[in-house]
């Protein structure tokens, strides 16, 4: 996984997270600061989603299950419509991975994973298969990733 670059990740109805979108720079460090405006500031950044923004993206790329075992219950609606999009760039060619629970874009019924590379699409008919060919695609064993 070392020829991997995140550009960009989208969220919606994850954790704390109703709809957000960011980009990642191209080259340099990532800081991830929050502020919990909710406390008045007593809390500073505690329940400001920064753990929750990692989990969505290591749960999406790696199948790390981080504080819940589902992605049922991170989703902010017990309806769903939980659906997670990392957009990357793994050996100079475009990875798309998306993740989602109950949405429009990959299953209206449950849990669901799909990744885009190297101009093929894949989802098999379990997510386990699905996951396995990324892992093996990424270098990162399952439990290396745990």
């Given at each position: 996984m070392?020829?991997?670059?995140?550009?960009?990740?989208?969220?919606?109805?994850?954790?704390?997270?109703?709809?957000?979108?960011?980009?990642?720079?191209?080259?340099?460090?990532?800081?991830?600061?929050?502020v919990?405006?909710?406390?008045?500031?007593?809390?500073?950044?505690?329940?400001?989603?920064k753990?929750?923004?990692g989990?969505?993206?290591?749960?999406?790329?790696?199948?790390?299950?981080?504080?819940?075992?589902?992605?049922?219950?991170?989703?902010?609606?017990?309806?769903?419509?939980?659906?997670?999009?990392?957009?990357a760039?793994?050996f100079?060619?475009?990875?798309?991975?998306?993740?989602?629970?109950?949405?429009?874009?990959?299953?209206?019924?449950?849990?669901?994973?799909?990744?885009?590379?190297?101009g093929?699409?894949?989802?098999?008919?379990?997510?386990?298969?699905?996951?396995?060919?990324?892992?093996?695609?990424?270098?990162?064993?399952?439990?290396?990733?745990?």
């Amino acid at each position: 996984m070392v020829d991997l670059k995140l550009k960009r990740v989208s969220i919606r109805n994850w954790m704390k997270f109703g709809h957000v979108a960011l980009e990642f720079p191209e080259k340099g460090l990532v800081l991830v600061q929050g502020v919990n405006t909710a406390s008045g500031g007593a809390l500073l950044s505690v329940g400001s989603g920064k753990t929750g923004l990692g989990e969505a993206i290591s749960r999406t790329l790696l199948g790390t299950d981080g504080r819940f075992n589902s992605l049922k219950q991170c989703s902010t609606d017990k309806a769903g419509n939980t659906y997670i999009k990392l957009e990357a760039e793994l050996f100079g060619k475009p990875l798309i991975v998306e993740s989602g629970y109950r949405c429009k874009e990959l299953s209206t019924t449950g849990d669901a994973l799909r990744y885009h590379y190297d101009g093929k699409q894949i989802e098999r008919g379990k997510i386990e298969q699905t996951r396995a060919e990324l892992s093996r695609l990424l270098g990162v064993s399952p439990l290396l990733a745990n």
